[in-house]
C-alpha cells in the first residue's frame, strides 16, 4: 500500500505541510468528556487557523473567580493517530471578569496548535483527571496521555482558515458551567476577556441590535454613505462600549467601537463607503456589534458597484505563461461551465475557446467547502487569482491557477460541457523527447512537455487507445480516500519514443518521455475507477477526464465511465542461464522490506528465485529486514527472515541456501523505521564455497571497515564477510556494503554487494526547477567513490583479481554516480550489453528504467559472461517486489595446466619462488621437488596464471612438478637449492 495525500486538500495548511496537518480540538461523548458534570472550569475560546501564516493561536479557560489553576494543563492532541504533541501547564488564579467568573488564556507559537480533520485539546485537572476532551472537524479516539482511550467531542463548528486574523471560536450564551453555552462560528477574538456574546451568572443576556439607514448604497457614497445605530435591550444606566466590525473593509468601513452612554439605550454611528477600481457588482455587507455581557447584533446591507460590468475570461487568466499574468489580482465575471467537482472546489471550462492552443480554457475554482453548483452550471465567478503549489514550495512542485474565495453567480444549469480536446493523433500531440530545455524561461508547448500539459491546465481532455506503461498503483488502500492511478501512452504509442520489448517505455539520458500521461481516479465516480491492469494492456475506448496536477506530474482525472481493457497477457519471464560446470550464476535482488510476516511473499519469491531465475549459485539480496520487520524494538538480527526463505526455497525444490550477513546498528541504515534493512548473501553450498575469515575478537562487524590484505593465500579480506567504510558520511543513513570472498571452480571470488541511497528528495521531472535537482545524488557520488576505491585496493594487490560489484545502485547506467562507480576502467557494466529495450530493473511513474546493476573487474572484465534481467514484477500489479533481479551467468572454465617460468631458478631452502604458468588453482595446487618433498603454493593470483611457495627442507634441484586438480605438469627449466 502506498499512502499519500490528494492535493489541493480542503485545509490548506494540511496540502502546505505545516506542523504535520491541522489542529482538531476534539472532545469525548458527554459522559466520558467531562469528569465534572457540570462542568465549572471550561475551555471557553479557540483559535488555531486563519488565512496565511496562522498566528494568535491560543486556548482560553473559564470558571470560577479565584480557582487556583496550579497542577491544571492543557493538552493538544493530533487527531491523525491520537496521540499527545503539546503540553501546557496552567498557573495563577482565575480572576473575577463578571459576576464571580474569568477566562485566563494561553497562547501558542505560530502555527502551534494543528489544523483539524480532525485534532484535539484535552483540559485535565490536577491529578490527572481529564475535564474535557474536546475536538473540531471531527472525532477521534486518544492513544496516549491523560485520555488515552477517551473519545473525543466535535465542537461542531471551525476555522476553514479562509478567515482572517482575529477571528475565534467561543461560547456564546449565559449561564455558570460549560452546559449552559453554545459553541458559535468564528467572531472577533476576545482572549482573556469574556466572549463578546457571553454572560456568565445566569439570566438572559441583553441584547445588542444594529440598523443600518440606508441600508443600500454606492461605493462612490464616500465618507457617511450611511448612518448605524446601534440599541441595548436591559439597564441603561452604565455607559456601554461597543465593538464595531465590517465583514468586508474593502466595501464598507465602520468605526471600532461606538460608546453608549449612561442612560442611553442606543447610539449613532458612520458607515463609510469604499470606492475601489474593481468591477466586482454588488457586494453583501454584514455589520456587528458585540459587547461583553451583551447578545451580540447583526444587520446586512448592500454596496453597489461603480464601475461598469466586466468580464475576464480565463484564458486572460491562464496567459502563456507557468504562473499566470495575472497571479494575485481580483477577477470579475469569469463565464464557464462547470465540468467536474472536488471537495473543495470545481473545474470551470470556457465552452467558447478562442483556437488558440497556447492558453488554457479552463481553470480551478477553490471553495475551501464543497462546493454547492452542479456540473453543467453555467457560471459567472468572480474572485482573486492564486497560484496555489501542492504540497508547499519545498516539495518542488509547480503550482495550479485558481480562482479564490469566489463569488459565483449562476446563469443557468443543464448546459452541455464542453468537448474535450483529444491528446495525441487528432488533437494536440505532446512533445515526445524534450520536457524543459529553458529553465522555465520561455513558454513553448509544442516543444516542451511541461509547457504542453500546462496549456491544458484544468480542460477536459481525452486519451484515445491509451496503452498502459506502469501497473495500476493503488494509494492509500483500504481506507475512506483510496485512489489509484495509471500512466499510459496515447493511441497505443503510436509516436512514442523507446518502448520496452513488453509494452512499455524506456528512459535515456536525454529524454524521460514526456509523452507519458498520468490517468487517477481521485474524484471518479461508481464505473469510473480504475481497473488492475499491467503493462501493455490497453482501453478499448476513449479515456476522459480534467487534467490537474499533484504530486509533481500532470494527471487526467476521469470523469466518465471508463471503456473496458484488452490484456496484454504479459507473463513474468524466465530466465534461460542456468548454472551448471563451470558457469557460475549470480543475480541482485531487492525484495523491498522483506520480513518473517510476508509468509505469502517468501512462498512466492522463493518459487521466482527457483523456476524463474533458475536458482542462482549467489544472490545478493537488499531490503533484508530484520527478524520482527518494522517492530521499532531495537532488534537488528535477520537471521529468521533469511532462514524462512532458504527453507521456503528448499521447500520448493530449489538449493538449500546458505547465508551471510552482518547486523546493521539500529535504525543508521535507512528504509522502513525499525525494519533494519541490509544487504545479504545467500549461496548455494553444493556449488560454491563461503571463506569466511573471522575478525580480531571484540571487533564490532556493523561499524569497522573490512579491508584488503596480501595473506598467506594471495589476495585476501581482512575478516569476511565485511562492510566497506561503515563509518563514511556518504553511508549515513544508508545502507553498507557488503563484501564477502566466495570459491568457485578453483577460484576466488570478492563479491561487493551494495544498496545506494534512493533518489528521494530529487525534484519532480514536471516541477518548478529546470532541469531538476537531483538533491539525492551527492551522496550517491561518495558511495560510488568508496566502493571504487575498495576495488582500488583489491586490485593494488592482486591485478588479477576476480571482482564482482552489483545491487540496487539506484541510479542509470549512464548517470555520473555509476561512471564515479567506474572510474579508472576498474569495473564494466554488464547492463551495458543489454539491448536498450530491454534495459530496465524498476519502473517510476510509467518509466522503465535500470537501477540494478552487475559489475565485473579484474580479471573477470574480460571473461565470457552474459546477463539477463528477469521480468518478474516492476511490469504487474499484483508483484513480488518492485525491483526486477539481473542475473549474469560467468564462464568460469579451469585454464588448461601448464607451467612456463620459474622465478628465480635458484635459491635457498626457505625461500620464495614464483611459478608462472595458467590452470593454477587457488587452496589446491601443489609443487612437488626432487628429492621426495611436495609443499602446497602460498598463494595463487586471481585468474591463476601465478603460484609462489616456499622452498621446503630437503629439497633438491631439478624439475618441479606443478600438481592441482588432478592434473600434473613439470617446469621447462630447473631451480637449483643453493646451500
Not at 487517477?520 to 479515456?543: E, H
Not at 557460475?584 to 505469502?600: C, H, K, Q, R
Not at 520448493?652 to 525499525?674: K, L, S
Amino acid at each position: 500500500m502506498i499512502r499519500r495525500q490528494d492535493f489541493p486538500t480542503p485545509a490548506r495548511i494540511a496540502a502546505v505541510g505545516l506542523l504535520a496537518g491541522s489542529l482538531l480540538l476534539g472532545s469525548l461523548s458527554m459522559a466520558q468528556a467531562f469528569t465534572q458534570n457540570p462542568a465549572t472550569v471550561f475551555i471557553n475560546e479557540i483559535h488555531y487557523d486563519n488565512t496565511g501564516t496562522d498566528a494568535g493561536e491560543a486556548v482560553e479557560i473559564a470558571g470560577p473567580a479565584g480557582t487556583d489553576l496550579s497542577g491544571w494543563s492543557i493538552v493538544l492532541y493530533n487527531g491523525s493517530g491520537g496521540a499527545v504533541y503539546t503540553t501546557t501547564a496552567l498557573g495563577g488564579t482565575i480572576p473575577d471578569q463578571q459576576n464571580g467568573f474569568g477566562t485566563v488564556a494561553v497562547s501558542y507559537p505560530s502555527n502551534g496548535i494543528q489544523n483539524g480533520s480532525p485534532d484535539g485539546i484535552a483540559l485535565v485537572s490536577p491529578g490527572g483527571t481529564v475535564v474535557q476532551f474536546l475536538s473540531y472537524e471531527g472525532s477521534f479516539a486518544a492513544t496516549d496521555g491523560p485520555a488515552s482511550g477517551l473519545t473525543s467531542t466535535d465542537i461542531g463548528v471551525l476555522e476553514t482558515g479562509s478567515e482572517p486574523l482575529g477571528l475565534s471560536l467561543q461560547l456564546t450564551g449565559s449561564g455558570t458551567v460549560y452546559q449552559d453555552f453554545a459553541w458559535a462560528a468564528p467572531a472577533d477574538d476576545s482572549f482573556g476577556q469574556i466572549n463578546g456574546s457571553q454572560g456568565f451568572g445566569g439570566g438572559p443576556l441583553p441584547t445588542l441590535s444594529v440598523a443600518v439607514s440606508p441600508a443600500s448604497f454606492s461605493e462612490a457614497a464616500g465618507a457617511a454613505a450611511a448612518t448605524g445605530t446601534v440599541t441595548r435591550t436591559g439597564s441603561a444606566a452604565a455607559a456601554v462600549s461597543v465593538n464595531l466590525s465590517s465583514s468586508d473593509a474593502s466595501e464598507a468601513v465602520v468605526p471600532a467601537t461606538v460608546t453608549l452612554a449612561a442612560g442611553a439605550s442606543s447610539a449613532t454611528f458612520a458607515v463609510d463607503a469604499v470606492d475601489d477600481a474593481i468591477s466586482d457588482g454588488s457586494q453583501a455587507v454584514t455589520i456587528t456589534a458585540a459587547a461583553p455581557g451583551f447578545a451580540t447584533g447583526t444587520t446586512g446591507l448592500t454596496v453597489t458597484d461603480d464601475e461598469p460590468v466586466s468580464v475576464t475570461l480565463i484564458r486572460e487568466i491562464q496567459g502563456k505563461a507557468q504562473i499566470s499574468p495575472k497571479n494575485g489580482q481580483f477577477v470579475s465575471n469569469v463565464p464557464g461551465i462547470v465540468t467536474a467537482k472536488r471537495s473543495n472546489g470545481f473545474y470551470l471550462q470556457d465552452p467558447a475557446p478562442d483556437g488558440d492552443e497556447g492558453t488554457s480554457e479552463a481553470i480551478f475554482v477553490f471553495t475551501s467547502s464543497a462546493p454547492t453548483v452542479a456540473v453543467g452550471d453555467s457560471l459567472a465567478v468572480s474572485g482573486t487569482v492564486t497560484e496555489f503549489i501542492p504540497g508547499g514550495a519545498s516539495t518542488g512542485n509547480l503550482s495550479i491557477t485558481e480562482i479564490t474565495s469566489p463569488a459565483i453567480t449562476v446563469v443557468s444549469s443543464g448546459n452541455p460541457l464542453p468537448a474535450p480536446t483529444v491528446i495525441g493523433v487528432g488533437g494536440r500531440v505532446p512533445p515526445t523527447q524534450v520536457i524543459d530545455d529553458d529553465g522555465l524561461t520561455s513558454f513553448d508547448p509544442t516543444t516542451d512537455g511541461i509547457d504542453f500539459y500546462e496549456s491544458l491546465e484544468a480542460m477536459r481532455v481525452q486519451v484515445n487507445a491509451a496503452v498502459a506503461t506502469s501497473p495500476t498503483l493503488t494509494f492509500n488502500e483500504g481506507e475512506s480516500d483510496e485512489n489509484s492511478e495509471l500512466i499510459v501512452l496515447a493511441d497505443g504509442g503510436a509516436g512514442a519514443a523507446l518502448r520496452t520489448d513488453r509494452g512499455g517505455i524506456v528512459i535515456r539520458a536525454d529524454d524521460f518521455n514526456p509523452e507519458r500521461l498520468f490517468i487517477g481516479d481521485a474524484i471518479a465516480r461508481p464505473g469510473q475507477t480504475l481497473p488492475k491492469v499491467n503493462v501493455g494492456d490497453s482501453f478499448s475506448g476513449p479515456v476522459t477526464g480534467v487534467l490537474d496536477y499533484s504530486f509533481g506530474n500532470f494527471k487526467l482525472l476521469i470523469t466518465e465511465t471508463l471503456p473496458g481493457t484488452a490484456s496484454a497477457a504479459l507473463k513474468p519471464e524466465q530466465t534461460t542461464l542456468a548454472a551448471g560446470g563451470s558457469q557460475l550464476t549470480i543475480a541482485s535482488f531487492n525484495v523491498e522490506n522483506l520480513d518473517p510476516g510476508d509468509t505469502e511473499r517468501i512462498a512466492g519469491l522463493a518459487a521466482a528465485l527457483t523456476d524463474n531465475l533458475k536458482a542462482p549459485d549467489i544472490l545478493v539480496l537488499q531490503e533484508v529486514q530484520d527478524n520482527n520487520g518494522p517492530t521499532d524494538d531495537g532488534t537488528v538480527d535477520s537471521t529468521t527472515t533469511l532462514a524462512d526463505l532458504a527453507a521456503a526455497i528448499a521447500g520448493v525444490g530449489g538449493p538449500a541456501y546458505d547465508f551471510r550477513f552482518i547486523n546493521p546498528v539500529n535504525n543508521q541504515d535507512g528504509g522502513e523505521p525499525g525494519g533494519n534493512i541490509r544487504v545479504a548473501f545467500l549461496f548455494n553450498p553444493a556449488r560454491v564455497s563461503f571463506i569466511d575469515r573471522p575478525a580480531p575478537a571484540g571487533t564490532d562487524l556493523s561499524t569497522t571497515a573490512v579491508g584488503a590484505v596480501s595473506g598467506p593465500s594471495g589476495l585476501e579480506l581482512t575478516f569476511s564477510p565485511g562492510r566497506i567504510d561503515p563509518a563514511n558520511p556518504a553511508f549515513d543513513d544508508s545502507r553498507k556494503p557488503l563484501v564477502g570472498e566466495f570459491f568457485f571452480n578453483g577460484r576466488k571470488l570478492f563479491v561487493v554487494g551494495n544498496h545506494f541511497n534512493s533518489k528521494g528528495g530529487d525534484t519532480p521531472l514536471f516541477g518548478a526547477a529546470q532541469p531538476p535537482v537531483l538533491n539525492s545524488e551527492p551522496q550517491r557520488l561518495g558511495q560510488a567513490t568508496a566502493v571504487n576505491g575498495f576495488v582500488q585496493s583489491l586490485l593494488a594487490i592482486d591485478p588479477k583479481a576476480s571482482v564482482i560489484v552489483l545491487g540496487d545502485l539506484n541510479d542509470f547506467q549512464f548517470s555520473p554516480p555509476l561512471a564515479t562507480l567506474q572510474q579508472g576502467g576498474l569495473l564494466t557494466n554488464l547492463i551495458d550489453r543489454v539491448s536498450p529495450s530491454d534495459a530496465y530493473t524498476f519502473n517510476f511513474q510509467g518509466n522503465s528504467q535500470v537501477l540494478d546493476h552487475i559489475l565485473l573487474g579484474g580479471s573477470l572484465a574480460a571473461a565470457p559472461a552474459e546477463i539477463d534481467i528477469v521480468h518478474l514484477d516492476t511490469e504487474f500489479t499484483d508483484a513480488l517486489s518492485d525491483h526486477d533481479p539481473p542475473l549474469a551467468r560467468l564462464d568460469l572454465t579451469l585454464a588448461p595446466l601448464t607451467a612456463t617460468g620459474i622465478s628465480p631458478t635458484s635459491g635457498p631452502v626457505g625461500s620464495q619462488i614464483t611459478i608462472t604458468g595458467t590452470g593454477f588453482v587457488s587452496d589446491g595446487t601443489t609443487v612437488r621437488f626432487r628429492g621426495g618433498v611436495e609443499a602446497s603454493a602460498v598463494a595463487v593470483n586471481g585468474d591463476g596464471t601465478q603460484l609462489t611457495v616456499t622452498v621446503p627442507a630437503g629439497a633438491r634441484s631439478g624439475r618441479l612438478a606443478v600438481r592441482t586438480s588432478g592434473r600434473a605438469v613439470l617446469t621447462p627449466n630447473r631451480f637449483v637449492v643453493t646451500p
